[in-house]
C-alpha cells in the first residue's frame, strides 16, 4: 500500500511540473511570436477636408485606371481610419457594426508606398498601426485570385476587407451572417468617400475565388474575404 502511495505521488508530481513547464512553455512562445510581429505607426489621421460630404458623394464613382505613382503613408493612414478607425471611447469606430462586435478585418497590400515595404498587412484600429503579416509584392497573385482584373496588379496599394462571421453569429445567430454583410457595405463607402477626399480612386471588387484569395493572404479557413479594393491616383478621363 505504501509503494502505490510513493508511486501515486511521484505521478502527481510529474503531472503539476509538467503542466507548469507546459504553461510557462506555451506562455512564453506566444509572446515571442506576438512579439515578433514588426509594427508600423502610421501618421495621425485628419479630421477634416476642404470637401464636404455632400461634394464627396456627387464625385464617387468606381475608378479601375491608375496612374503610376505611388501613395504615401498618410494617404493610407487616412483611408484605414475611414476603413475602421476608432472614433470614440469605447472602441466605437467609423463603420457600425451590429452589437459593436467588428467581425471586420482590414488589410493593406502595399506594392508602392512611400515608407512602406512592399508586404501585406493588418490594420489594428486601436493604436492606428500596421502588423506586418507577411513580406513581398503579391499583386499579381491577388489579382490572378479576382480573375486577372487589372486594377488589382496597376494599383499602388489594395485594401482587403475580410470577416470572421462566428464575432457576430455567436450573439445573432444566423441572422448575424447578413449584418456582417451590411457592415461590408458600410466601410466600402467610407472608403470610397475617403478616396474622392484624398483625390484618389478606387473600386470593389467582389469577382474572386474566395479559397485562392485566403491563400495569397494567409487567412485561416473561418476567415472569409469579402471586398479588394485597389487604390491609386486616377488616370485623367
Request: no cysteine; glycine share 10%; hydrophobic share 40%.
Amino acid at each position: 500500500m505504501r509503494v502505490v502511495l510513493v508511486v501515486l505521488g511521484v505521478l502527481i508530481i510529474v503531472v503539476v511540473v509538467g503542466g507548469v513547464m507546459f504553461t510557462r512553455f506555451t506562455k512564453h512562445g506566444s509572446e515571442r511570436e506576438k512579439s515578433s510581429i514588426e509594427e508600423i505607426n502610421l501618421p495621425d489621421q485628419v479630421f477634416s477636408s476642404l470637401i464636404s460630404v455632400e461634394e464627396a458623394l456627387g464625385k464617387r464613382k468606381s475608378v479601375r485606371a491608375y496612374h503610376d505613382e505611388p501613395l504615401s503613408t498618410s494617404d493610407v493612414s487616412q483611408l484605414l481610419w475611414a476603413a475602421q478607425g476608432i472614433t470614440r471611447p469605447g472602441g466605437y469606430r467609423t463603420a457600425p457594426s451590429a452589437g459593436a462586435l467588428y467581425p471586420l478585418e482590414v488589410y493593406l497590400l502595399a506594392g508602392d508606398v512611400t515608407g512602406l515595404d512592399s508586404g501585406l498587412y493588418r490594420y489594428e484600429p486601436e493604436r492606428h498601426v500596421l502588423q506586418k503579416m507577411k513580406e513581398g509584392d503579391d499583386r499579381d497573385e491577388l489579382s490572378q485570385a479576382a480573375l486577372n482584373q487589372e486594377a488589382i496588379r496597376d494599383a499602388p496599394a489594395i485594401i482587403i476587407i475580410t470577416g470572421i462571421y462566428e464575432r457576430t453569429t455567436g450573439k445573432y445567430g444566423g441572422r448575424g451572417r447578413q449584418y456582417v454583410h451590411m457592415e461590408v457595405g458600410s466601410v466600402s463607402q467610407n472608403i470610397y468617400l475617403q478616396a474622392v477626399s484624398l483625390n484618389l480612386g478606387t473600386v470593389f471588387i467582389g469577382a474572386f475565388y474566395d479559397g485562392e484569395v485566403q491563400k495569397v493572404l494567409g487567412l485561416g479557413e473561418n476567415e472569409v474575404p469579402f471586398s479588394i479594393m485597389p487604390v491609386g491616383h486616377p488616370e485623367a478621363e
